[in-house]
């Protein structure tokens, strides 16, 4: 394998985790606030073909996003009003919002199926692009990859260094104790619900306008169940997600390799790699009590209920 | 003195009970009512629209047949999933379940390809039944003996075993004579389903599922065992106060849904589709869940909301023949019904009133 090879796959892998570094990192804060929502690959479908038609129709990246974002967050918010307002149960609440994003977006995209868009063009940055292997490496992306990144610190900023983030961690870990020092408990985890619609939106329309650029029924293809595993695997920190999604993402780029490279193995091996590390992860952590206790919001998935004060 | 009216949302004393049954059925009116919206917003009839999708599928002997085919895996799985809902163990992993019954009895009818032996067909259920508790089993003692989140692990768990299926139907199981397709050779009939009604594709695998609403109704409501299962998922303290084992209870809520959806992969397999192919169902385990919820975990409610599920189905193939709609039309039908009810179950434990507070007199 050349040296041009490996940097071709590293760069791939790069744009490959991009959608689960989106989508995870939003339900990664909606999970700090202690809500699962287990409705991401709906999400994320919905805001992919609403990027897709802003995209297909205005040619503009910064609508498709912005739209693929309001998209995601609209389905989130009928996921916040039914376990927030309504307290239904968010396993449920979740896997319906999934269903449903799958049938809305294949009906939003019927006239679009096919439909092949230009693409986004990557930054070429003079000087420093041109750069031999560093350039390619580092400065050769489009420019959501880019902003993944900021979002990414701007995350791990939030949650660790600011006190809305810390209030944010501390309602997850005791909706209680939050309610009881005077904050909207449901506020706020509405807030952590809605980012974490708009962050699958916009991976979504990574998906579909950048990654490849066009409509296909269902073209997210499990990426936010992979998502719902990746804020597991990484144990809810925002660093971890990111090293995870460029390896989950690595692992989709390998399967195209490696079958050239005459290795036998099944490409389903590599698939259920993510999964079973995510399970082994989730064994590692959970099987004593501290160490569920320092990795994962112990309100998770547990309805929050105001009266019961 | 002036009154000032609020609207307020307060808890009600008592659970409103026939809200539990009357929700569902809100529900469904509500899901319809929205489908005829969208119908018209898409410039079509509503009337021909619905007449498409609600009433042409079965308005024959043949179309009944189908509902009962599709509504089949739905109540089989329903069952078995709301055994463990009712313990609160949340089994999202049917889906892989039924993917590994088809894969354990599906390896027994490609096994046994030659025989004509009549205990091939039993052998493909016991087989598939044992694959899919294996595979419930996982998040099981995953959770009793780690305490791991049984709904990530039984969820990681569908992609693993459809993955797997996948693996075999491309590499090991693959028919040599099927022109590079990804699909195992046809089942000998030894390994088929008989069809039990001339003129409809109704299969025999049909009758487990209505015995399954049986067994599952006497289990549920008239034995022991099922009442402490809806104890530990009520008032988990009670129970254990009570002496109820809760590892036994999560043991028993998972392999009662792996057991349901093995056993479901091979009534599919050896029924309706006749050989392994990479998917062996549409989404059956996910829309069994909404299934068993909008049947209020009830084996009575879990067959009619199999039916209504079935219908959805079959609505959206015909609407994707009659009406140029995608047939993934059935799951914004299927989510807007889960949607729906888990809204009016609001009203069971809640109500909205108008409340009325006397204005102070001007200081």
Excluded at chain 1, 172 to 195: C, N, Q
Excluded at chain 2, 97 to 107: I, K, N
Excluded at chain 2, 221 to 234: A, D, E, H, I, P
Aim: net charge positive; charged share 10%.
């Amino acid at each position: 394998m050349s040296a041009d090879t490996i940097l071709n796959i590293l760069v791939a892998t790069i744009a490959a985790g991009t959608p689960l570094v989106y989508a995870a990192l939003g339900e990664l804060v909606t999970e700090k606030s202690g809500v699962l929502n287990l409705g991401v690959e709906g999400m994320m479908l919905v805001g992919a073909i609403s990027g897709f038609i802003t995209m297909a129709k205005t040619g503009s990246l910064f609508l498709a996003v912005v739209c693929g974002m309001t998209a995601g967050a609209l389905m989130s918010l009928v996921f916040a009003i039914l376990t927030l307002y309504l307290m239904a149960n968010q396993v449920a609440s979740g896997l319906a919002l999934t269903i449903f994003g799958i049938g809305l977006s294949a009906f939003m995209g019927i006239k679009y199926t096919s439909v092949a868009l230009n693409g986004v063009p990557e930054l070429h940055i003079p000087i420093l692009s041109d750069i031999p292997i560093l350039g390619r490496l580092v400065f050769s992306y489009d420019i959501l990859i880019y902003l993944s990144l900021l979002i990414l610190a701007g995350v791990a900023w939030f949650l660790y260094k600011t006190r809305a983030g810390t209030i944010l961690r501390a309602i997850g870990e005791s909706p209680k104790s939050g309610h009881a020092l005077g904050f909207s408990v449901i506020g706020i985890r509405y807030l952590a619900v809605l980012f974490g619609g708009a962050m699958a939106g916009i991976g979504g329309v990574y998906v579909a306008v950048a990654y490849t650029p066009m409509w296909v029924e269902g073209m997210v293809a499990g990426r936010g169940w992979v998502a719902i595993a990746l804020v597991v695997f990484a144990t809810w920190r925002p660093l971890r997600v990111m090293v995870g999604a460029y390896l989950f993402g690595g692992v989709t780029i390998a399967q195209f390799h490696i079958q050239g490279l005459g290795i036998e193995i099944p490409s389903q091996f590599l698939s259920m790699l993510p999964y079973l590390a995510t399970i082994a992860v989730l064994v590692i952590i959970s099987r004593d009590k501290n160490t569920i206790r320092v990795n994962s919001p112990a309100s998770l998935g547990i309805t929050y209920h105001p009266e019961n004060n | 003195m002036g009154v000032k009216l609020l609207f307020k949302v307060e808890p009600r004393p008592v659970p409103l009970k026939k809200m539990r049954y009357l929700s569902p059925l809100i529900a469904a009116v509500m899901m319809l009512f929205s489908g005829l919206i969208i119908f018209s917003m898409l410039g079509k009839n509503p009337a021909i629209a619905f007449h498409a999708f609600f009433i042409e599928p079965v308005n024959d002997f043949y179309g009944l047949g189908e509902l009962i085919i599709k509504a089949s895996p739905l109540m089989l799985i329903g069952v078995g999933l709301a055994i463990g809902f009712r313990a609160n163990i949340w089994n999202i992993g049917a889906e892989g379940q039924l993917a590994m019954g088809a894969v354990f009895g599906g390896g027994i009818a490609l096994y046994f390809n030659e025989s004509t032996s009549g205990f091939v067909l039993p052998a493909m259920f016991i087989a598939g039944a044992v694959g899919g508790m294996l595979w419930a089993s996982i998040p099981a003692f995953l959770k009793t003996r780690f305490n791991a989140n049984e709904i990530l692990v039984s969820l990681m768990l569908n992609y693993v075993a459809i993955l797997f299926l996948s693996l075999l139907i491309h590499g090991p199981w693959k028919d040599p004579q099927g022109y590079g397709f990804p699909q195992s050779i046809l089942f000998s009939d030894s390994a088929l389903l008989p069809v039990l009604i001339e003129g409809t594709r109704l299969h025999a695998g049909v009758i487990i599922s209505f015995a399954a609403i049986g067994v599952g109704w006497i289990f549920l409501l008239r034995s022991f065992l099922g009442y402490q299962l809806q104890v530990s998922g009520l008032a988990i303290n009670a129970a254990s106060y009570a002496g109820f084992k809760y590892k036994k209870m999560i043991w028993i809520g998972l392999l009662a849904g792996g057991l349901a959806a093995g056993l479901a992969g091979v009534s599919e397999i050896a029924g309706p589709i006749g050989q392994l192919l990479p998917s062996v169902s549409p989404g059956y385990g996910f829309a069994a869940i909404i299934v068993a919820y909008v049947g209020r975990l009830h084996p009575g409610g879990i067959f009619l909301s199999s039916l209504l599920m079935a219908l959805l189905y079959l609505g959206g193939e015909s609407g994707q023949m009659n009406l140029d709609l995608p047939s993934a039309v059935t799951g914004i039908f299927q989510g807007m019904l889960l949607f729906y009810l888990l809204a009016a179950d609001f009203l069971i434990n809640f109500r909205f009133r108008w409340k009325s507070i006397p204005l102070r007199q001007g200081i």
